[in-house]
């Protein structure tokens, strides 16, 4: 693969630079800049197919890279020191990154990922959702891996998670998507959003989805679809708390 560096600082460009030459020989750098201007014309120049790109540069920061283009077909790899809530949105959005200061574990992770998205030509969609979840208080949106590349759903429209081994079904109202990951992961990326709730083992809720709160038979969430999701016994306490002490 080709690729070009993006970064204002030469010191991470050099640093980018020797850990790619040591362990990625298969990768070519073309060229090396230190902002968005001089990264369109080397983009337009090498055609490359992967782009590590610094986002806090002078005059244009890295998302304005985009602005040049108007079907990209690099794949990239931002570098960053955004704050966790903003890496959430850079997972969801299955955008990859580097986190500030880099390493070689950092950086090797990030391109054995994105080597796999090479071709698939959705950079512009995965970045612009990557804007949307950045510019808000929640996360908006979340790119569900599929066979054939990503589908981006509003994490709104979602009603619950449900785990399936070692992947899980997101259910909206009127489908429903098998994915190759874990629920632990959607839990995990969903942690510090008040909108979602773990009820069980196998099931994430959107709570705000939730139509009835039955406690008759066991403790049961009902949503709009018809269809119901249990809470765990030992849930039930945690999860009357959660939503304010609903009684039932």
Do not use: W
């Not at 990239?76 to 966790?84: G, K, L, Q, R, V």
Request: proline content about 2%.
């Amino acid at each position: 693969m080709n690729c070009i560096i993006v970064d204002d600082e030469e010191s991470a460009r050099t640093i980018l630079r020797k850990i790619i030459a040591e362990n990625y020989p298969g990768i070519i750098i073309c060229d090396e800049v230190g902002d968005v201007a001089s990264a369109v014309k080397s983009i337009n120049k090498y055609k490359p197919d992967l782009v590590f790109l610094d986002i806090e540069m002078p005059n244009q920061n890295g998302f304005a890279l985009f602005n040049y283009f108007d079907n990209p077909t690099f794949e990239t790899i931002f570098c960053t020191a955004y704050s966790e809530y903003a890496l959430k949105a850079f997972e969801v959005s299955a955008v990859d990154y580097i986190l500030k200061p880099v390493s070689i574990s950092k950086i090797l992770l990030a391109i054995e990922k994105t080597v796999k998205l090479v071709g698939q030509n959705q950079i512009i969609t995965r970045v612009n959702t990557l804007k949307e979840n950045l510019q808000s208080a929640n996360l908006q949106k979340i790119a569900l891996p599929m066979n054939d590349g990503l589908v981006f759903v509003k994490l709104e429209d979602v009603l619950y998670f449900e785990a399936d081994g070692s992947y899980t079904s997101v259910v909206l109202k009127g489908s429903k998507t098998l994915v190759s990951k874990k629920i632990k992961e959607f839990d995990e990326l969903l942690s510090n959003d008040n909108r979602f709730f773990r009820t069980h083992r196998s099931y994430l809720v959107n709570v705000l989805q939730i139509k009835k709160y039955s406690k008759k038979e066991g403790a049961l969430l009902e949503f709009d679809n018809g269809e119901q999701v249990a809470v765990a016994r030992e849930k039930i306490k945690e999860f009357d708390e959660f939503i304010g002490g609903l009684k039932v």
